[in-house]
């Protein structure tokens, strides 16, 4: 898979243009590599887990699978907004802490899956955005607008929250 | 031999199948030989023997070869059936395992045929074979064979055999196959060349040959069968009839008449345990989901057809059957727990020679169908307690004769529903001697006064050992530790019960299995809970005085027993429910009643549990998570750490108070 070198951050080597998926929240675009992604979704009912850390807050039934969903935007520091209209599920199957880890995350909407060359890669200027910055691998350019790609790496990763408060 | 080749690989796993079962048989033998139970050793080694040659493993085959002839004496009651034969054959068909995991022949298995114990086996076996034919011992009455049981009078049998296309790359040799046909009577060959292409068309590596092969044999059908039993890239049929021999040649050709379905059947192994297939767990998880969901269509199908009177007599024929398909699923996962009572004896008869104690293995519920996954990882605990029973608890037989106990010592394991017990007869535990240790390793202090069982839990630390020896078997305290991790591991309990001079009992406690349970559905607000079945003892109302109670108060008197009860709720960190008729569910955790209030009960529901991923696997009171009839995802609680969650939280507000 090619995917598991784009995932190391080393710009220089990804010459090749990469497919990504760009979904929004509040507003803003965020882009993951699509070889990640394993189906979108209408929302579906989820079951809150109680006493659950406050990043996955939920399980859902995605195909007979029960599956975490994971609150991107608390890990991205956004107010938790009610879904909407065009709110997609997306659901993510990808190696987690080495796990292959099936997980699904809820957007505002899904926009598009497009190219885009990670060599133009830009990293996000200090004092540039309030997210956790290892949670961001950098900005890439789709047309006129600017696409946030995330490190899925650290975003999933289970301890993540502790490097985030350090 | 390429060890990649498919075919080679199936031998060496049927063949260590049949290995497996060439122990129970030798066990079985020891305690009651007859006529039959010698032909099936004599049947499996020579089946061993012969595909062993054709698949490139020379050196087993040759070994077995030996083997072979020791139990061809005794099937012609020219050798009995003793112990020391047991040993030599249990010891042979351990070599025989190592041959096969040496891979076919080559310079391990060349190795492994040099080393001492292996020539002191050949000698052996051949000290055997000679011995008796220079001086027939007085035949064993039960090893004399009759004539009669396996071997039926003069029959003619018909078998095609029709390799498949590249069967021959595969490692298939029909000329053996056909010279071991030979062996078993008179035949007679023709070769059916209908399918043979022009010259110019022939790889010479494909196979377009078919064979029927007329045999005159006293043999069993199954003797002929166990010929081919390793080639199953082929079409066989094999028809018999109980004839004088026809005068004309039945020799037909083949031509255009397939029958896959006629080979499938006639493959059959010939062992008593029915033929199986090895399936990885996943593949049935696969399955296992792909079931979930079409339970959920179906429920919406049902839902939808309830307005189409004309539907209902489908959609009920559908339920009908996702349930049936449903059940037989689950099946699957589940095994006897005899498959690893069966390793035991082995274990146990090594020991009482290696320990010098005549030891009794009494299994009893070994019917009791236990998840595959839950039998796989027993087995070794298992062993471990046993050995410990035999080691430490047994006495020697001086001692027990002494103490007026028959010489004889046993060891009991009975697994009935979740409870696997190991009991001794043995000397029990040494209350004061585990004390003395604890201390000594700083377990306990010195003024500690622990009750009986409490003391009994500490033979579970780890490294925890009174033995004052180290002996071969057991003494460095590694095994209860360990069975205590595997049992946690799969959620169950230990306890242990001893009399001093009468034995010891642990008791496993233990979910029959970790993929189905039966889950009582709880609900709280408009979120539904399971609760395991096994772990509810009643329902009860709650009262409405109860509710308003400001005191402080949470326990109930059930029966003149005090209770005390858990607001779930509060423990899931939900808003106060303001439904005025609630229930309690009563249910039993680390022997401990205890009530957990809901908003209602729903009912009961067979329910697959799902084991939480990473994320939510450290949250406490849940053991995994399951699908509902309608789709939804709902939690399975698990009293024992939901109880220890409230009773840390409760201990965590005490101080500040």
Same mark, same amino acid.
């Given at each position: 898979?090619?995917?598991?070198?784009?995932?190391?951050?080393? @710009?220089?080597?990804?010459?090749?243009?990469?497919?990504?998926?760009?979904?929004?929240?509040?507003?803003?675009?965020?882009?993951?590599?699509?070889?990640?992604?394993?189906?979108?979704?209408?929302?579906?009912?989820?079951?809150?887990?109680?006493?659950?850390?406050?990043?996955?807050?939920?399980?859902?039934?995605?195909?007979?699978?029960?599956?975490?969903?994971?609150?991107?935007?608390?890990?991205?520091?956004?107010? @938790?907004?009610?879904?909407?209209?065009?709110?997609?599920?997306?659901?993510?199957?990808? @190696?987690?802490?080495?796990?292959?880890?099936?997980?699904?995350?809820?957007?505002?909407?899904?926009?598009?899956?497009?190219?885009?060359?990670?060599?133009?890669?830009?990293?996000?200027?200090?004092?540039?955005?309030?997210?956790?910055?290892?949670?961001?691998?950098?900005?890439?350019?789709?047309?006129?607008?600017?696409?946030?790609?995330?490190?899925?790496?650290?975003?999933?990763?289970?301890?993540?929250?502790?490097?985030?408060?350090? | 031999?390429?060890?990649?080749?498919?075919?080679?690989?199936?031998?060496?796993?049927?063949?260590?199948?049949? %290995?497996?079962?060439?122990?129970?048989?030798?066990?079985?033998?020891?305690?009651?030989?007859?006529?039959?139970?010698?032909?099936?050793?004599?049947?499996?080694?020579?089946?061993?023997?012969?595909?062993?040659?054709?698949?490139?493993?020379?050196?087993?085959?040759?070994?077995?070869?030996?083997?072979?002839?020791?139990?061809? #004496?005794?099937?012609?009651?020219?050798?009995?059936?003793?112990?020391?034969?047991?040993?030599?054959?249990?010891?042979?068909?351990?070599?025989?395992?190592?041959?096969?995991?040496?891979?076919?022949?080559?310079?391990?298995?060349?190795?492994?045929?040099?080393?001492?114990?292996?020539?002191?086996?050949?000698?052996?076996?051949?000290?055997?074979?000679?011995?008796?034919?220079?001086?027939?011992?007085?035949?064993?009455?039960?090893?004399?064979?009759?004539?009669?049981?396996?071997?039926?009078?003069?029959?003619?049998?018909?078998?095609?055999?029709?390799?498949?296309?590249?069967?021959?790359?595969?490692?298939?040799?029909?000329?053996?196959?056909?010279?071991? %046909?030979?062996?078993?009577?008179?035949?007679?060959?023709?070769?059916?060349? &209908?399918?043979?292409?022009?010259?110019?068309?022939?790889?010479?590596?494909?196979?377009? %040959?078919?064979?029927?092969?007329?045999?005159?044999?006293?043999?069993?059908?199954?003797?002929?069968?166990?010929?081919?039993?390793?080639?199953?890239?082929?079409?066989?049929?094999?028809?018999?009839?109980?004839?004088?021999?026809?005068?004309?040649?039945?020799?037909?050709?083949?031509?255009?008449?397939?029958?896959?379905?006629?080979?499938?059947?006639? #493959?059959?192994?010939?062992?008593?345990? &029915?033929?199986?297939?090895?399936?990885?767990?996943?593949?049935?998880?696969?399955?296992?989901?792909?079931?979930?969901?079409?339970?959920?269509?179906?429920?919406?199908?049902?839902?939808?057809?309830?307005?189409?009177?004309?539907?209902?007599?489908?959609?009920?024929?559908?339920?009908?059957?996702?349930?049936?398909?449903?059940?037989?699923?689950?099946?699957?996962?589940?095994?006897?727990?005899?498959?690893?009572?069966?390793?035991?004896?082995?274990?146990?008869?090594?020991?009482?020679?290696?320990?010098?104690?005549?030891?009794?293995?009494?299994?009893?519920?070994?019917?009791?169908?236990?998840?595959?996954?839950?039998?796989?990882?027993?087995?070794?605990?298992?062993?471990?307690?046993?050995?410990?029973?035999?080691?430490?608890?047994?006495?020697?037989?001086?001692?027990?004769?002494?103490?007026?106990?028959?010489?004889?010592?046993?060891?009991?394991?009975?697994?009935?529903?979740?409870?696997?017990?190991?009991?001794?007869?043995?000397?029990?535990?040494?209350?004061?001697?585990?004390?003395?240790?604890?201390?000594?390793?700083?377990?306990?202090?010195?003024?500690?006064?622990? &009750?009986?069982?409490?003391?009994?839990?500490?033979?579970?630390?780890?490294?925890?050992?009174?033995?004052?020896?180290?002996?071969?078997?057991?003494?460095?305290?590694?095994?209860?530790?360990?069975?205590?991790?595997?049992?946690?591991?799969?959620?169950?309990?230990?306890?242990?019960?001893?009399?001093?001079?009468?034995?010891?009992?642990?008791?496993?406690?233990?979910?029959?299995?970790?993929?189905?349970?039966?889950?009582?559905?709880?609900?709280?607000?408009?979120?539904?809970?399971?609760?395991?079945?096994?772990?509810?003892?009643?329902?009860?109302?709650?009262?409405?005085?109860?509710?308003? #109670?400001?005191?402080?108060?949470?326990?109930?008197?059930?029966?003149?027993?005090?209770?005390?009860?858990?607001?779930?709720?509060?423990?899931?960190?939900?808003?106060?429910?303001?439904?005025?008729? #609630?229930?309690?569910?009563?249910?039993?955790?680390?022997?401990?009643?205890? &009530? %957990?209030?809901?908003?209602?009960?729903?009912?009961?529901?067979?329910?697959?549990?799902?084991?939480?991923?990473?994320?939510?696997?450290?949250?406490?009171?849940?053991?995994?998570?399951?699908?509902?009839?309608?789709?939804?995802?709902?939690?399975?609680?698990?009293?024992?750490?939901?109880?220890?969650?409230?009773?840390?939280?409760?201990?965590?507000?005490?101080?500040?108070?």
């Amino acid at each position: 898979m090619t995917t598991a070198s784009s995932l190391s951050p080393a @710009p220089n080597r990804a010459a090749a243009p990469e497919m990504v998926l760009i979904f929004r929240l509040s507003g803003e675009a965020f882009a993951i590599s699509v070889s990640w992604v394993h189906e979108i979704l209408d929302p579906i009912p989820m079951t809150t887990v109680p006493n659950a850390a406050a990043y996955v807050p939920a399980l859902v039934n995605v195909r007979g699978a029960i599956v975490p969903l994971i609150d991107i935007r608390h890990r991205l520091r956004m107010p @938790p907004v009610t879904p909407g209209p065009a709110s997609r599920l997306v659901v993510l199957e990808l @190696p987690v802490a080495g796990v292959p880890t099936r997980l699904a995350i809820m957007t505002d909407a899904v926009e598009e899956v497009t190219e885009t060359n990670l060599e133009a890669l830009e990293l996000v200027p200090d004092l540039g955005a309030r997210w956790p910055e290892h949670y961001i691998r950098g900005v890439v350019r789709i047309g006129d607008d600017l696409a946030i790609l995330l490190e899925t790496e650290n975003l999933f990763c289970p301890d993540a929250e502790r490097p985030a408060l350090a | 031999m390429d060890e990649i080749n498919p075919a080679v690989s199936a031998f060496v796993q049927e063949a260590r199948e049949i %290995l497996e079962g060439l122990e129970a048989l030798l066990l079985d033998l020891e305690s009651d030989s007859d006529a039959e139970q010698i032909d099936a050793v004599f049947r499996t080694l020579h089946t061993v023997k012969g595909s062993g040659a054709m698949f490139g493993f020379g050196t087993l085959s040759r070994f077995t070869h030996h083997f072979e002839d020791a139990f061809d #004496r005794v099937r012609e009651g020219r050798l009995s059936v003793d112990g020391r034969l047991i040993d030599l054959s249990l010891k042979a068909r351990d070599h025989m395992i190592a041959l096969l995991d040496c891979g076919g022949d080559g310079p391990g298995a060349t190795a492994l045929e040099a080393t001492p114990g292996a020539v002191a086996l050949l000698a052996a076996l051949a000290e055997i074979t000679g011995a008796a034919s220079v001086a027939p011992k007085g035949a064993a009455p039960q090893a004399t064979p009759e004539p009669a049981p396996s071997r039926t009078a003069g029959r003619r049998w018909t078998i095609r055999f029709r390799p498949e296309p590249d069967a021959l790359r595969n490692g298939m040799r029909p000329d053996l196959l056909i010279a071991e %046909l030979g062996g078993l009577g008179s035949v007679e060959v023709g070769a059916d060349i &209908g399918a043979l292409p022009a010259l110019a068309d022939l790889d010479p590596t494909l196979s377009h %040959l078919g064979w029927t092969v007329t045999l005159d044999t006293d043999q069993p059908r199954s003797a002929i069968e166990a010929v081919f039993i390793f080639a199953d890239d082929a079409e066989l049929e094999i028809t018999g009839e109980v004839t004088e021999p026809a005068p004309e040649n039945p020799v037909r050709p083949v031509v255009g008449q397939a029958q896959p379905a006629a080979g499938e059947a006639s #493959r059959k192994k010939p062992e008593k345990t &029915g033929e199986s297939v090895r399936v990885p767990a996943g593949k049935l998880d696969e399955i296992m989901d792909q079931l979930g969901e079409l339970v959920i269509a179906q429920a919406r199908l049902s839902q939808m057809a309830s307005h189409e009177p004309e539907l209902e007599s489908v959609v009920e024929e559908v339920e009908r059957l996702v349930t049936g398909l449903r059940d037989a699923t689950l099946s699957i996962r589940m095994l006897p727990i005899e498959v690893v009572f069966g390793k035991f004896r082995r274990v146990v008869r090594d020991l009482s020679a290696e320990l010098g104690k005549e030891v009794t293995l009494i299994t009893e519920g070994g019917e009791t169908e236990i998840d595959k996954t839950v039998i796989d990882r027993l087995s070794e605990p298992l062993v471990h307690m046993i050995r410990n029973s035999m080691d430490h608890g047994i006495e020697s037989a001086g001692v027990r004769l002494a103490a007026g106990k028959p010489a004889r010592g046993t060891v009991r394991q009975e697994g009935g529903e979740v409870l696997i017990a190991i009991e001794d007869d043995g000397a029990g535990l040494d209350a004061e001697a585990i004390r003395a240790k604890a201390i000594e390793r700083g377990l306990l202090t010195s003024e500690a006064q622990p &009750g009986e069982s409490e003391l009994y839990q500490l033979i579970f630390a780890p490294g925890f050992s009174t033995a004052k020896e180290l002996s071969s078997v057991s003494g460095r305290g590694v095994g209860m530790d360990a069975v205590r991790t595997t049992v946690d591991a799969l959620r169950g309990a230990v306890e242990v019960a001893s009399r001093a001079g009468l034995g010891t009992r642990v008791t496993l406690r233990l979910p029959v299995t970790l993929a189905i349970i039966d889950g009582l559905l709880v609900r709280l607000g408009d979120a539904v809970f399971v609760i395991p079945l096994a772990s509810v003892e009643e329902c009860v109302e709650l009262d409405a005085a109860e509710r308003q #109670r400001e005191s402080g108060r949470t326990m109930l008197c059930i029966r003149e027993h005090l209770v005390p009860f858990l607001d779930l709720d509060v423990v899931f960190g939900r808003d106060p429910s303001t439904e005025t008729r #609630r229930r309690v569910v009563i249910v039993k955790a680390d022997g401990q009643r205890l &009530g %957990l209030v809901v908003d209602d009960i729903l009912g009961q529901h067979q329910t697959v549990i799902k084991t939480l991923s990473q994320y939510h696997r450290d949250v406490e009171g849940f053991a995994g998570a399951t699908i509902l009839g309608d789709g939804s995802v709902a939690l399975i609680i698990d009293v024992a750490t939901l109880t220890r969650r409230a009773l840390a939280e409760r201990a965590e507000r005490k101080p500040a108070a």
